[in-house]
């Protein structure tokens, strides 16, 4: 069955240092996989998506990704926080269907 | 061009009411996704509708229905309403049904059930 499990509930980092926010991922079959961002009362935003092409995938506001099959991951992560990616973060992983599978979220707080 | 328009942002209702939401998607966008966002369970998957049909539904009761009009327009609707309805209700929308294309989501419905 697939599903996306993402490490950590919480991550709490320093403005101006790296950030990085993990995802695995299960599936029979190769998925395409997308990072939303969520800000406080507001709808998501797509940061980045992987289909395939090159695995290592940039986003917008200077995140990135990097596909990992033989670790079954797609961890997001960032050189250097802002005070403004303070946000909650989604993983998702497609099915066959179409259907996508959206992982429980990480809340990224940024200390000044 | 105009975003996700989603009404209402926000709503109170008893027990036992009904609601209806809206979701207009962007211009020339033929799928509609509705999802509930909650604390305790995160968000989950309602139904998507493309083309005036529902193409998936994710593991809610019956008494969560949608609909999508021939402009794709898409309305929810949850009736008898509980208490753990209380919910953000996000509606996406994406220019075709393949997996790979981007969701534009809107703000979201805040559905408060007293």
């Known amino acids: 069955a697939q599903s996306v499990t993402q490490l950590d509930s919480h991550v709490s980092v320093s403005e101006g240092t790296p950030v990085l926010l993990r995802c695995n991922y299960s599936s029979s079959y190769s998925p395409s996989l997308f990072w939303y961002v969520q800000h406080p009362n507001k709808g998501l935003q797509l940061l980045l998506k992987y289909t395939s092409a090159a695995t290592l995938v940039k986003g917008i506001n200077g995140f990135e990704a990097e596909f990992k099959k033989s670790e079954t991951s797609f961890h997001l992560t960032k050189p250097s926080a802002h005070m403004s990616d303070a946000a909650e973060y989604f993983c998702v992983v497609t099915l066959p269907n179409y259907q996508l599978i959206w992982g429980a979220g990480t809340k990224l707080i940024i200390k000044p | 061009k105009a975003g996700v328009t989603q009404t209402p942002r926000y709503l109170i209702k008893t027990r036992g009411q009904q609601v209806t939401l809206s979701c207009s998607p962007i211009s020339g966008h033929r799928s509609v996704s509705w999802y509930q966002q909650t604390p305790g369970q995160g968000l989950q998957f309602l139904f998507e509708y493309f083309s005036e049909t529902q193409r998936n539904k994710g593991n809610f009761p019956g008494r969560f229905s949608g609909r999508q009009f021939s402009n794709s327009r898409s309305e929810m609707n949850v009736s008898t309403l509980e208490l753990g309805d209380s919910a953000l209700y996000l509606c996406?929308?994406?220019?075709?049904?393949?997996?790979?294309?981007?969701?534009?989501f809107g703000e979201g419905s805040r559905l408060t059930v007293l």
């Open positions: 996406a929308s994406k220019t075709g049904q393949g997996a790979t294309g981007e969701l534009f």
